[in-house]
């Protein structure tokens, strides 16, 4: 039996491009949604749970807001912005809420860059399923910390994310650090 006899067939749909394809299994437990909610209410919603009842990953809080680390992080230091109240759409959250959520990034950035030496950020919300959003019944503002350099082979080729400390660690290293206004 010769080599191409051996190895699986992978027929997909059309033609073929001449498009390289890149596999990312890392992702599966995301895209399969491992710890979403079951529904859209707050009783479910692990935004709205997170701070009654776990300060596991949660590095700050405000009146109206919060900064928690991400569980699936794309960097180290991925933190989310989330206000307390089960909000879906920012056009519904309030002048405070919004001016919260733009301190407490503004915040996670100056802490991050100033523990961690971050090159750049990415900053985000996806409003909605459709536009990304993993949780889209509650909103939450994306601080992904960026470095030169920093997306690589290895989620892809070696299977492995390359997060320097664990999440306790960084939580703990943000929170003692946090530079507040």
Known sequence: MSDDERRPRRDGPGEPDGLERL???HRMAYIQGENKPADAS????????IPREDDGLVVRRGALAYAVLNLYPYSPGHVLICPYRHVADYTDVSHAESDEIADLTRQAMRTIRAV???HGFNLGMNQGAVA???IAAHLHQHVVPRWAG????MPIIG???????????TRALLEAAWVAD
């Open 116 to 118: 961690s030496g971050a």
């Open 159 to 169: 299977r492995t994310k390359t997060l320097p400390e664990l999440l306790d660690e």
């Open 150 to 153: 920093d997306q690589n082979f």
């Open 42 to 49: 707050s009783g479910e919603c692990p935004f709205c749970r």
């Open 132 to 134: 990304g959003a993993g």
């Open 23 to 25: 596999w990312t299994p």
